[in-house]
């Protein structure tokens, strides 16, 4: 069974920083494409980063880009995503989901089999 847990959220302060974790289990986690998606209240879930399963490449939204960095652990089956200089609108419920190959829109969500059931970020003005 695939499962996907992700923590590491909390309140924090603007220009603060987190660091959200994903434990996969269940798959062959170094043959999957991970990404990172948001959904705030009343919005869309949007694509925020991705990583692929092969060489390594890095996707961002332009709204985090320059502040987030996607990163992986293949070893402990585990990726995370460093946020830095958070802003309030930042704020949403993070997911980690996974795709069998880097889809061709790395940032849309449609493309991603697995997903998790989300952590709560809340960045204050």
């Known amino acids: 069974e695939v499962q996907l847990v992700e923590s590491g959220g909390g309140l924090v302060q603007a220009g603060g920083s987190l660091r959200l974790s994903c434990a996969a289990s269940g798959f062959t986690f170094d043959d999957y494409a991970i990404g990172w998606f948001r959904q705030a209240p009343g919005k869309e879930r949007e694509g925020v980063s991705c990583m692929s399963d092969s060489d390594g490449s890095t996707y961002y939204a332009d709204s985090v880009k320059g502040r987030f960095t996607i990163s992986r652990d293949n070893a402990k089956n585990t990726v995370f995503l460093q946020m830095n200089s958070l802003k309030p609108e930042d704020t949403a419920v993070y997911y980690c989901?996974?795709?069998?190959?880097?889809?061709?829109?790395?940032?849309?969500?449609?493309?991603?089999?697995?997903w998790g059931q989300g952590t709560q970020v809340t960045v204050s003005s």
């Open positions: 989901a996974v795709a069998d190959e880097l889809p061709p829109f790395p940032l849309r969500r449609s493309w991603y089999d697995y």
